[in-house]
């Protein structure tokens, strides 16, 4: 018998989920936790798994959380102080308010005695999908699949059409805002919760406006509430950083000063990287200077054949770009790391506000439509647009820029958060940013402070955390050799065509005319 290079066993839907009416016996080595009888959960035994009951109310939390005031605190601590809240038989909104300052990549089932719900984490980075319009009740799993292959559903050929259609053009595809590829599936969204009893989900926030505040006051909150973050995550895990020359990563440098000495800082190098990219020379250059150590990740330009089974086997319609850094990091990356990434702070950056401004102003002061989600995202098709319709019937009227929202719901709780997902074969990830609280915060400083460049509010908490983090630049331009160009447009994907090609290259010849 031919030996496997791979343990497909424990890789194959590593730290995922079910929830539903029964338990799944196909699954039998996975953890079983029944809250009630019509709520029972199969999870795979790397997922850690608390559960906190009384007897009159009860929370299952899968994944971990975060106290940045008490880095001391587990998970069943945490789950303690929350317990009185859901015995108390307060609502959703109320209990979900409990967790506004708590951090970690997780989801919570939560019963008190009457009705039972579930959400996630601020960006929804531990993935929620559920059914709709079953007779024995709500399922829900971590990805689609997984559920449409317990219940024997079909792939919805409209969702089929445009995926494909879709990362033809950009490899790096998503799916848009709660859709899946089953039509009876669908994602639940970051700021929502699942009423587990009628299998509706209900968005919970934003539920006011924000009030504004100045960036040196939030600069000083955010700093100890992101130091605090990584302080109780390095009393619990061995911690690695990945690290690149753009702000976010950063400022996580700069937060993790007091423990920095113990992380495994590490770059990936994949698709067109070499040792001159910023990405890899900058934080070598820079972490040198700090005294620590710097590692490469090397990622092959082609996944293995078997590795590519099980990748492609572990979420439905999985992203074959990011396979090859998921086989890197599972051959070159230290085992039971905690990965601190940079995630989540771009869900209050104003990039779709600042794109529509610089090419399509006459969008700008209108009434936001399916359209102009369509152009901002570059997905015109029908499929794309209605789900786009449903997410625009959600949104409340609050001074949140509701391109800001969708950039938080679309982007980062769909191709983040699959991307996080697709990853758990090899690491599980902290995002620190990852934190209702931060968020927030950040979102009352003005905008212009929250745009990059000139990283106004990053570089205010990063002079306090750690100054000389900022030794080395972020992001510096690059000038581009046609060499690069053409590495670029073979290598990385992207939407990038034959006339992507030509403008890269006539500026670059304009360049060095200049």
Request: glycine content about 6%; charged content about 25%.
């Amino acid at each position: 018998m031919k030996r496997e290079r791979y343990d497909r066993a424990r890789l194959l839907f590593r730290r995922q989920f079910v929830l539903g009416p029964r338990f799944v016996d196909t699954l039998a080595k996975w953890q079983r936790i029944e809250v009630k009888p019509s709520v029972r959960l199969t999870v795979h035994p790397d997922l850690p798994v608390v559960h906190a009951s009384d007897g009159s109310a009860s929370i299952v939390l899968l994944g971990y959380m975060l106290d940045p005031f008490r880095a001391r605190a587990t998970d069943a601590d945490i789950l303690a102080e929350l317990l009185p809240k859901a015995r108390g038989g307060e609502s959703p909104r109320a209990f979900i308010r409990a967790t506004h300052a708590l951090g970690g990549r997780w989801a919570l089932v939560v019963d008190n005695g009457r009705d039972s719900w579930l959400f996630h984490d601020p960006c929804g980075y531990r993935q929620v999908f559920y059914t709709t319009g079953m007779s024995d009740g709500p399922w829900c799993a971590s990805q689609p699949g997984l559920v449409a292959e317990l219940l024997g559903l079909s792939l919805d050929k409209e969702a089929v059409s445009f995926i494909r259609t879709y990362r033809r053009r950009n490899p790096q595809y998503w799916w848009p805002v709660d859709s899946s590829p089953y039509a009876e599936v669908l994602r639940l969204l970051p700021n929502h919760y699942l009423d587990l009893k009628e299998g509706r989900s209900h968005r919970f926030w934003p539920d006011r406006d924000l009030a504004p505040r100045t960036t040196d006051e939030v600069a000083a909150e955010n700093a100890e509430v992101l130091q605090g973050l990584i302080r109780s995550a390095a009393h619990r895990y061995d911690l690695a950083l990945s690290i690149t020359a753009g702000a976010d990563t950063r400022l996580l440098l700069a937060a993790s000063r007091p423990v920095a000495g113990e992380i495994y800082c590490f770059t990936m190098m994949y698709w067109d990287m070499n040792e001159r990219t910023p990405d890899v020379w900058i934080p070598a250059r820079l972490l040198g200077r700090l005294g620590l150590r710097h590692h490469l990740i090397p990622c092959p330009s082609h996944m293995d054949p078997e590795f590519r089974r099980i990748y492609e086997r572990n979420v439905s319609f999985a992203r074959l770009a990011y396979g090859t850094i998921a086989q890197g990091l599972y051959e070159n990356y230290p085992a039971n790391k905690l990965c601190l990434k940079g995630n989540a702070i771009p869900a209050v950056v104003p990039y779709y506000r600042e794109r529509l401004r610089r090419h399509r102003p006459e969008m700008d002061g209108r009434e936001l439509d399916a359209k102009v989600l369509a152009y901002l995202t570059k997905r015109q098709e029908a499929f794309a647009m209605q789900a786009f319709d449903r997410w625009l019937s959600t949104v409340p009227s609050t001074n949140i820029d509701a391109l800001i929202l969708f950039g938080w719901e679309d982007r980062e709780g769909s191709w983040q958060a699959t991307s996080q997902l697709e990853w758990d074969m090899v690491q599980e990830v902290l995002a620190p940013f990852n934190c209702r609280l931060f968020l927030e915060n950040l979102l009352c400083v003005p905008e212009s402070d929250r745009k990059k460049p000139p990283h106004v509010a990053h570089r205010k908490m990063i002079h306090r955390l750690w100054p000389e983090a900022l030794a080395e630049p972020i992001n510096p331009r690059v000038e581009r050799t046609f060499t690069s160009i053409a590495r670029e447009y073979l290598l990385r994907p992207g939407e990038r065509d034959w006339q992507w090609l030509q403008s890269r290259a006539l500026a670059a010849w304009r360049n060095r005319r200049s």
